[in-house]
T-cell receptor, first 112, second 116 residues
Framework: SQQGEEDPQALSIQEGENATMNCSYK?????LQWYRQNSGRGLVHLIL?????REKHSGRLRVTLDTSKKSSSLLITASRAADTASYFC????????????FGDGTTLTVKP | DTGVSQDPRHKITKRGQNVTFRCDPI?????LYWYRQTLGQGPEFLTY????????KSRLLSDRFSAERPKGSFSTLEIQRTEQGDSAMYLC??????????????FGPGTRLTVL
């Protein structure tokens, strides 16, 4: 079964707006990663956040992690049409030796 | 480009045939993972290797599936007697694990399998 669950399943915004996606998980983790996937292609790694970190930034991306609530969020600021993709969170559970458990993703559409 | 590569990118086969996919990880990475992804869902873990040792296999990996990483570099995933339900994208990823601290997994472009 999938551990991570993204919310919402689909999100449609205008270019320039911010997009926020959430991820909830069930068990203790070592780290959580966010990936982007364009239609029919492989996954592109965006950010890894470790369990002892609360926030990380990378360009227009901001990821937060709340281990007490077992949740994470991905914020994309000033969105562009090229950000249109599916976004997945993946958790590396404690004791699971690095294998990742993915949610079913949030499909983001950015309208020009 | 020294990223993860997979071959072939697309494979169409008839039910009952055997297929084999290859993954070449990033050269210094000691861990290699296989995932399967169906339309509208996230990738599901199949198996992973630490160097040449296969350390874990998912219950999703039936006895028709076998994976190898003979020299701790490239890996192959073979599906015997394919079924229509095997149609999916097969993704390979690699990472560097040091001092029990796992780093980012980098994914290849995937092999899309269609079983007719």
């Amino acid at each position: 079964s999938q551990q991570g669950e993204e919310d919402p399943q689909a999100l449609s915004i205008q270019e320039g707006e911010n997009a926020t996606m959430n991820c909830s998980y069930k068990t203790s983790i070592n780290n959580l990663q966010w990936y982007r996937q364009n239609s029919g292609r492989g996954l592109v790694h965006l950010i890894l956040i470790r369990s002892n970190e609360r926030e990380k930034h990378s360009g227009r991306l901001r990821v937060t992690l709340d281990t007490s609530k077992k949740s994470s969020s991905l914020l994309i600021t000033a969105s562009r049409a090229a950000d249109t993709a599916s976004y997945f969170c993946a958790t590396d559970a404690f004791g699971n030796a690095g294998k990742s458990t993915f949610g079913d993703g949030t499909t983001l559409t950015v309208k020009p | 480009d020294t990223g993860v590569s997979q071959d072939p990118r697309h494979k169409i086969t008839k039910r009952g045939q055997n297929v084999t996919f290859r993954c070449d990880p990033i050269s210094e990475h000691n861990r290699l993972y296989w995932y399967r992804q169906t339309l509208g869902q996230g990738p599901e873990f199949l198996t992973y290797f630490q160097n040449e040792a296969q350390l874990e296999k998912s219950r999703l990996l039936s006895d028709r599936f076998s994976a190898e990483r003979p020299k701790g570099s490239f890996s192959t995933l073979e599906i015997q007697r394919t079924e229509q339900g095997d149609s999916a994208m097969y993704l390979c990823a690699s990472s560097l694990e040091q001092l029990a601290k796992t780093d980012t997994q980098y994914f290849g472009p995937g092999t899309r399998l269609t079983v007719l």
